[in-house]
């Protein structure tokens, strides 16, 4: 990683965007992919507990809570499993991956999530006003273009309720295609590689599309201005994962003891992968210990 950091540092670039993984990767691809590596406990499960911590912090007194492209639910079941007491709408605009987000909310006896098709550039369905907090994770980079972005930021803040909070969490773009194929490698282990000797497993491939689909961090700073109270917060020093986020309430004590349960449940090499990312978010000056 120390490579990636001093190519990403020093040498001049930026990489043009790349398009979003749901106009590239057919929707079989996405599925397969959240279901093998991508799965709670799969290569990224040190960063899906990481912002089930930050997004418990945010979210808390919520009632009612919106996540933004929910796709599958890897992220919102876990979420809504340490937070019983909240409601939770997933808003997807493709109702396969709502399909098994519903089939896995059942298989888990999760009552407190209800899955809603809908756009999320331009809700119909959900009720202005109507949410205590607004959630997203990884779902900014699959928007279309800025346009959709300011949209869709701009939606978010009409769906809260006076004091709402907000949690947003994506990539920021990467200047170097080969700072991408750094993170695509690492965690990869047996999957197939392609004829450029690139890691070409589903996940591999939805990781790599969605690191290249990303937003700049400019961009992301730009349009935060858009949500009243939001502040952007990028890991350091090398800007590839962002919160943009209202201010942190603190864990409740049961919230706490969930996230710990969970925590000692990861694998030697998932719990160094969550020091790091912790580490790197505190450094760019996000809260300093989401699980305490
Ligand atoms: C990378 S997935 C993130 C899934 C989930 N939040 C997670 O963290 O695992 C991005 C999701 O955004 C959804 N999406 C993209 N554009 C959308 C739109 N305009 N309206 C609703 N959902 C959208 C995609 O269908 C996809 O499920």
Redesign the pocket.
């Known amino acids: 990683m120390a490579g990636m950091f001093l190519q990403e540092w020093l040498l001049p670039g930026r990489q043009t965007r790349g398009a979003?993984?749901?106009a590239s990767l057919p929707v079989q691809t996405r599925i397969e992919a959240?279901q093998q590596d991508g799965r709670i406990d799969g290569r990224t499960a040190a960063g899906y507990l990481y912002q089930s911590g930050g997004i418990s912090r945010t979210i808390r007194g919520a009632r009612t809570c919106v996540?933004?492209?929910?796709?599958?639910g890897?992220?919102?079941l876990q979420v809504a499993a340490l937070n019983p007491a909240i409601h939770f709408t997933g808003?997807?605009?493709?109702q396969a991956?709502l399909d098994v987000a519903a089939r896995t909310a059942d298989a888990r006896g999760l009552s407190n999530v209800t899955w809603v098709h809908?756009?999320?550039?331009r809700p119909a369905r959900l009720e202005r006003g109507s949410f205590d907090a607004v959630i997203?994770?990884?779902?900014l980079h699959?928007?279309k273009d800025v346009e959709?972005l300011h949209r869709c930021l701009r939606s978010a803040a009409g769906l809260l309720s006076p004091g709402g909070a907000i949690y947003l969490e994506d990539f920021a773009r990467l200047k170097h295609p080969r700072s991408i194929e750094l993170f695509v490698h690492r965690g990869h282990v047996q999957g197939p590689f392609a004829a450029t000797g690139a890691p070409s497993d589903p996940f591999s491939s939805l990781y790599r599309a969605?690191l290249r689909a990303a937003f700049s961090l400019r961009e992301l700073r730009d349009a935060t201005s858009l949500l009243p109270g939001a502040r952007l917060h990028a890991t350091f020093p090398v800007p590839f994962l962002c919160v943009i986020s209202t201010p942190d309430r603190g864990l409740e004590p049961a919230i706490r003891q969930g996230l710990s349960m969970l925590r000692t449940a990861l694998t030697a090499s998932q719990a160094r992968d969550l020091a790091d990312l912790a580490r790197a978010f505190a450094l760019g000056g996000f809260t300093k210990n989401v699980f305490a």
């Open positions: 979003p993984p749901s959240m996540d933004l492209g929910c796709g599958t890897v992220q919102l808003v997807d605009n493709c991956l809908d756009d999320i550039t997203g994770t990884m779902c699959d928007l959709s969605s």
